[in-house]
């Protein structure tokens, strides 16, 4: 099975309800077959993000929530993360009734110091993200080298393929170490820092066609690629959403990896949950995320703590120990209206498709706390060319290797900033071909 392929048939494992649902129009099944061949069929990113657009309001309801998870995909991999949340503001799944915390009980901490706190004697953790929000990978970009200075060993990512042999010696990913999700700048920043680091790093995901099987043979991967080899042996796990569920329900009956991980291994991991209490911009501002944002103003990836006993705040601690709340990420100010018309829950009935011109600033946070610094680009390396990515490579890296960070253009003579740590890069302009249109070599 291609990468791609897997890929896709993980998408379909987590809509099969809504793809059973649809009844109008040909088979869901035919229908979603054929719309994957041809998106199999596009080259690059920018070729993929271009179709889905134009697919996307053609499609039944069922086929357009995953064209639109899709599409999301590949804005976030373009380095256009606040149209990723815009085209699938993919409501958390919440305890019925959640009981959300008060600003006269609990206290805002740094995600980073306190996770590191709190999992100083455990052996395995697992953190989740949502696959088309790299905000919910600035997390575990920071927590490697705490993790590692406790004497974690491995590093385990799901977005990781088996065909990759030489990636740990080569220090970096190219386009064939995993799926898509790679090819987004945070993620590859967050493989060469685990090989930087000294971590072993393990890829573990299924190619199971069902949820069931899926969730069974991750687990049964990470125990055997790690535990059956070395007892000894403590795990950072980077999953998606419910994978790291240690209780059922977000999957419906179905036991989740943690728990089959658990089971194999007799360790119970630590769980933490980044997807519940970030900006899905929603339009919804009482929900409870925006009533979390008003009581507690996070700057930055933030855990709370009991002003009493001390305990981190979590709103399902039956199946994840520690809820991160995100902040605020999506510009409101920005035309909102221009990107969706109506929005149903995955069914998104009414959904305008629109590519509009990318003139607001890019998300905050990319500058990863002061790491990064900004780099100015603007349309003159694209030749003229539009659509036109723009993006910066380690000098000694290749145009194959994951990009330290890009930004895709869709009209002409505007601006934007790249956002990279100090060091020598080369920036690229590339078209909907894959061709280079420009190149030149830079410092910060």
């Known amino acids: 099975m291609s990468i791609r392929s897997s890929l896709c048939m993980a998408l379909l494992l987590t809509i099969v309800p809504v793809i059973a649902s649809a009844t109008d129009g040909p088979k869901p099944a035919d229908s979603t077959l054929a719309f994957f061949r041809q998106l199999n069929a596009q080259p690059n990113e920018l070729a993929r993000a271009a179709y889905l657009t134009d697919q996307a309001a053609q499609l039944s ?7 639109m998870q899709l599409l999301a995909g590949a804005e976030s991999e373009l380095g256009l993360y606040n149209e990723a949340i815009r085209d699938f503001p993919l409501a958390p799944h919440l305890p019925d009734n959640p009981k959300l915390p008060i600003a006269a009980e609990w206290h805002v901490t740094d ?70 999700y790679l090819h987004e700048p945070l993620y590859g920043e967050i493989i060469r820092t685990a090989i930087r680091l000294g971590f072993v ?24 690629k790690i535990f059956a080899k070395d007892s000894n042996a403590r795990v950072f796990v980077h999953a998606g959403y419910a994978h790291i569920d240690k209780a059922k329900g977000r999957l ?27 900006d ?42 520690v809820s991160v709340m995100l902040p605020l990420e999506v510009d409101r ?15 998104m ?36 060319n539009i659509p036109c990515v723009i993006e910066a490579h380690y000098a000694a890296e290749p145009d194959t290797a994951t990009a330290a960070d890009r930004y895709m253009f869709i009209e002409a003579n505007t601006a934007n900033t790249l956002y990279l740590f100090p060091g020598h890069y080369r920036l690229r302009a590339w078209g909907a071909n894959g061709k280079t249109l420009g190149e030149k070599s830079i410092e910060l």
């Open 252 to 278: 419906d009956h179905t036991v989740p990896m943690a728990m089959h991980l658990q089971e194999a291994t007799g360790i119970e991991p630590f769980s933490i949950d980044q997807t519940d209490f970030r």
């Open 61 to 67: 309801p069922a086929d357009r929530s995953i064209a």
């Open 349 to 384: 009935e009414g959904i305008a498709v629109k590519q509009v011109p990318h003139a607001e600033p890019r998300p905050k946070w990319l500058s990863l706390n002061g790491q990064r610094h900004p780099l100015p680009i603007d349309t003159a390396l694209c030749a003229k």
């Open 111 to 180: 995600a980073v110091d306190t996770i590191a706190n709190l999992v100083a004697k455990r052996r395995i953790v697992l953190i989740n993200e949502a696959h088309h929000d790299a905000h919910t990978r600035q997390l575990t970009l920071a927590l490697l080298p705490r993790l590692r200075t406790l004497g974690f060993t491995h590093f385990a990512a799901e977005a990781l393929s088996e065909e990759d042999a030489a990636l740990m010696q080569r220090g970096y990913p190219i386009a064939t170490s995993g799926t898509e």
């Open 201 to 224: 790093i393990v890829p573990y995901d299924s190619t199971a066609t069902t949820v069931t099987e899926r969730e069974a043979g991750q687990a049964d991967h990470l125990y055997q």
């Open 333 to 347: 100010s920005a035309n909102t209206d221009t990107y969706k018309a109506a929005w149903a829950t995955f069914g």
């Open 280 to 321: 899905v911009d929603s339009g919804n501002e009482i929900d409870p995320y925006h009533q979390m944002i008003a009581a507690f103003h996070p700057q930055h990836p933030t855990v709370l703590l009991n002003n009493a006993d001390g305990h981190a705040w979590s709103i399902d601690p039956k199946k994840f120990d």
